[in-house]
C-alpha cells in the first residue's frame, strides 16, 4: 500500500463537497490536486483561501495550501486516486444530465494507468458508475477495465457518494458511515483501503448500482417526509391551527418523527436526486413524484401568503425578507425556495422589498433592476414593520419578543414561536390557504 506521504490523489470538482474533501484527504498528508474549469476557483485555493461558507474550511484549506499538501489546477496530472465530485443537475423535463460526470471520466482517462482507482462521489442515476466504466474502456482499451474485461482489471472503479450536511462537512466527511460500491468485489476493497485512510465511521461495501440508488433513497425519504409536513403546514392554514406545535405534540409519539415544513426544499440534493428515481422507474414511483409536487408547490403557496401579507399593508410600507439560502447558516442558493420567493415578491413590489441574508455580500443577479437593497438585521428591525422569514439562520432566532411584538410576520421556518398573531392578517393569509 502507498503510504500517505507518498499518495497522490486527484479530486476533480472544488464545489461545495470537492474542496472539503480535498482538504480532508489531504490534512492526512497525501499530495492533493484539486481540478475544477473555473479558474478564479483554482487561484482562490492556491492563494489558501476558499470561495465557499464552511465552517471551518477556512483555516483546513489555508494550512493544508500552506504545508504544500493541497494545490489546485485547471489541467489534470496523473494520479493513484482520482475522485470526481461534479455537479449532476436535471434537465427542464427533470431528466438527470450526468454529462459533467462524463466530462470529468473522459479527462481521468487522459492520465489513468495501471493500479489507479477512480471513485465517483457526485449524486448520480443508478447505472452511472457503470457508464463510466463502459466510458474508460472506450478511451483506454490498452487497460483492462473492470466489467470490460477478462480476468483481474488493471484500474479499480467504485461510487461512495457523501452523506454531509451543510454546516457540518467537514466533522462529518469523517465521523459518518460510508457506503462503497464497486465494479466488483475488489474495486469496493480498493476504494474501502482508500477510506479507511481519513474516515472513522464504518465503511460498508457493495456493489455500484446498489450504492448509487441508496444515496437516492436517502434523500428521496427526507424529500417524502418533508412534503408530509409541508402538505400538513397547508391543512393547519386553512383550519386556522399552528402547525408547529401540532408537529411538536405528534413528534412526542415514540413512533413519530415529522420533519418540519418550510417554504420548500432547496439545495442540489433532496430537490433534484427524487427525479432520478422517477426518471428510471415512472410507473413504480408516484409516491416520489407527489412527494416532489407538494414540494416545489409549497413555493407558489409561500408566495400568495406573502403577498397576502403585503397587500394587507398601508400602501408603500417596506418588507423584510429574512433569508435566501436553501437552509440555515450557510451560503449556498441552489436550488433555494427562500430565493425564488424573494425574486418573485422583488419582481412585484420592487423597492419595498429588502432583503436580509448574512451569507453574502452581493444580492444574486435575480435581483437587479428591481430596486431591492441587502440590508442588515438591525435596519430591518428599525425600518420594516413587517418581516417574512424565509430561512431559520441562527442569528433572526436571536431578534427577542419585544423587538417585532408589534410587526406583521408570515414565519414559514417556525423560528418564532412567541409571535403574536394578528387577527386581521390572519383571516387575510387564511383566505389564501
Wanted: aromatic content about 4%; some cysteine; glycine content about 8%.
Amino acid at each position: 500500500m502507498v503510504s500517505e506521504s507518498e499518495l497522490k490523489v486527484c479530486v476533480l470538482g472544488l464545489g461545495y463537497i470537492g474542496l472539503p474533501t480535498a482538504a480532508v484527504i489531504a490534512r492526512t498528508g497525501a499530495h492533493v490536486l484539486g481540478i475544477d474549469v473555473h479558474q478564479s476557483v483554482v487561484d482562490t485555493v492556491n492563494s489558501g483561501k476558499v470561495h465557499i461558507e464552511e465552517v471551518d474550511l477556512d483555516g483546513l484549506v489555508s494550512g493544508v495550501v500552506a504545508r504544500g499538501h493541497l494545490r489546485a489546477s485547471t489541467l489534470i496530472e496523473p494520479a493513484d486516486i482520482f475522485v470526481i465530485a461534479v455537479p449532476t443537475p436535471f434537465k427542464d423535463d427533470h431528466q438527470p444530465n450526468i454529462g459533467y460526470v462524463l466530462q470529468a471520466a473522459t479527462t481521468v482517462a487522459a492520465v489513468l494507468k495501471a493500479g489507479d482507482v477512480v471513485i465517483l462521489e457526485s449524486t448520480s442515476p443508478v447505472g452511472t458508475t457503470e457508464q463510466v466504466a463502459k466510458l474508460l474502456s472506450q478511451l483506454r482499451p490498452d487497460l483492462r477495465v473492470p466489467g470490460h474485461c477478462a480476468g483481474t482489471a488493471d484500474v479499480a472503479i467504485a461510487y461512495c457518494p457523501e452523506r454531509v450536511l451543510p454546516g457540518r462537512i467537514l466533522v462529518e466527511l469523517i465521523d459518518n458511515d460510508r457506503v462503497i460500491g464497486g465494479i466488483t468485489p475488489r474495486c469496493a476493497r480498493k476504494a474501502l483501503a482508500f477510506y479507511r485512510r481519513f474516515v472513522r465511521g464504518a465503511c460498508v461495501t457493495t456493489t455500484a448500482n446498489a450504492a448509487e440508488m441508496t444515496k437516492l433513497t436517502e434523500n428521496a425519504f427526507r424529500d417524502v417526509n418533508i412534503a408530509f409536513a409541508n402538505e400538513l403546514s397547508l391543512v393547519a392554514d386553512r383550519m386556522g391551527v399552528d402547525v408547529w406545535e401540532v408537529i411538536r405534540l405528534a413528534n412526542r409519539h415514540p413512533r413519530v418523527n415529522i420533519l418540519s415544513p418550510g417554504p420548500g426544499v432547496g439545495g442540489h440534493c433532496i430537490a433534484v436526486d427524487p427525479w432520478f428515481l422517477v426518471s428510471a422507474a415512472p410507473e413504480e414511483t408516484p409516491l416520489i413524484r407527489t412527494a416532489r409536487e407538494v414540494n416545489d408547490a409549497k413555493v407558489a403557496h409561500t408566495i400568495a401568503r406573502a403577498e397576502a401579507l403585503i397587500d394587507a399593508l398601508p400602501q408603500g410600507a417596506p418588507v423584510a425578507c429574512l433569508g435566501l439560502a436553501f437552509k440555515a447558516n450557510i451560503d449556498d442558493f441552489r436550488e433555494s425556495p427562500a430565493l425564488a420567493v424573494a425574486a418573485h415578491l422583488a419582481r412585484r413590489y420592487g423597492e419595498r422589498i429588502h432583503v436580509v441574508e448574512p451569507f453574502t455580500r452581493i444580492l444574486p443577479a435575480v435581483f437587479d433592476g428591481t430596486g431591492v437593497r441587502l440590508i442588515d438585521l438591525d435596519d430591518a428591525i428599525e425600518a420594516c414593520p413587517a418581516m417574512i422569514v424565509l430561512v431559520d439562520h441562527e442569528i433572526f432566532r436571536s431578534v427577542p419578543l419585544d423587538e417585532r411584538a408589534g410587526k406583521q410576520v408570515y414565519d414559514t421556518r417556525g423560528l418564532w414561536p412567541d409571535q403574536p398573531r394578528h387577527a386581521r392578517a390572519e383571516e387575510e393569509l387564511r383566505l389564501v390557504g
